[in-house]
């Protein structure tokens, strides 16, 4: 288990469920709640950052605008699950660990980015790989029906933030704003056919109507993209079909150097 030390300004990591801001080296006050190490971090989502008193999880990266002529600042999100006890010093020695797979869904969705549908796809696809292999961390994005938006969000989550599993939901058919295989086609770096010719496969023992979809699936960084239809349903019947394959899919895409046939 690895030891990262860290710096708190007053009152961070003190009040459960509070999210605040970690930075590589020492940053100019960002008004808002933060820490800093001095070493550089090398932290995924999921990561859990644990002491005798307390426990902290990483939720992803973004930039932090910077001040007085200052260039924008890369940190990391972290949610407090644990809060540290008052009084405690502001320099600690923290456990670092990382049990499971992060997994991030993706939503798209016109009407449910606009707050006019309640998305039920999104939560039953975290439900489901989380009963069928272990997660660290899963976060829900809902978007709207647009390739650029999702084009970017994956790359983000894939190369910026380092999630293992993404699947989006959705936009899979030959609608006019049906565009999220061109936006997942345009930033994979290797296709999975066999992923796609599985939920096919699956899709039409149920309908015709499966030979509709256009889901591509593939891999960027180091994690794997799948897409899924829109319905619950649907969801449940093509996920259902790659479940068995996940967990041994990115392990391998991460560099496990097991024997594929061992199992």
């Not at 405690?88 to 993706?106: K, P, Q, T, V, Y």
């Not at 180091?222 to 479940?243: D, F, Q």
């Amino acid at each position: 288990m690895d030891k990262i030390t860290l710096h708190f300004s007053k009152q961070t990591g003190q009040t459960p469920g509070q999210r605040f801001l970690l930075f590589a080296g020492a940053a100019a006050h960002p008004g808002a709640p933060f820490a800093w190490a001095d070493a550089p971090l090398a932290l995924r989502p999921g990561h859990v950052l644990s002491g005798e008193q307390e426990e902290h999880r990483v939720l992803g990266r973004l930039w932090w605008p910077g001040q007085a002529q200052m260039p924008d600042a890369g940190c990391w999100l972290l949610e407090t699950l644990v809060p540290a006890p008052l009084g405690l010093d502001e320099e600690r020695e923290l456990n670092l660990s990382r049990s499971g797979f992060a997994l991030a869904w993706i939503t798209l969705s016109d009407k449910g980015a606009a707050g006019q549908r309640v998305d039920a796809s999104g939560p039953l696809v975290e439900e489901l790989v989380r009963g069928a292999m272990p997660l660290s961390l899963a976060r829900g994005f809902v978007l709207p029906d647009e390739e650029r938006g999702l084009r970017a969000l994956l790359t983000q989550l894939a190369l910026l933030d380092g999630f293992d599993l993404i699947c989006t939901t959705g936009g899979t058919g030959v609608a006019p704003r049906d565009v999220t295989p061109e936006a997942t086609a345009a930033v994979i770096e290797k296709r999975l056919p066999g992923f796609e010719r599985a939920m096919t496969a699956t899709s039409l023992a149920k309908t015709p109507f499966g030979a509709v979809s256009r889901a591509v699936c593939g891999t960027l960084g180091g994690a794997v993209i799948v897409n899924l239809p829109g319905s619950p349903k649907a969801v449940r019947e093509c996920l259902g079909a790659l479940l068995p394959a996940l967990a041994h899919t990115i392990e391998k895409l991460q560099g496990d150097p097991a024997d594929c046939a061992a199992g």
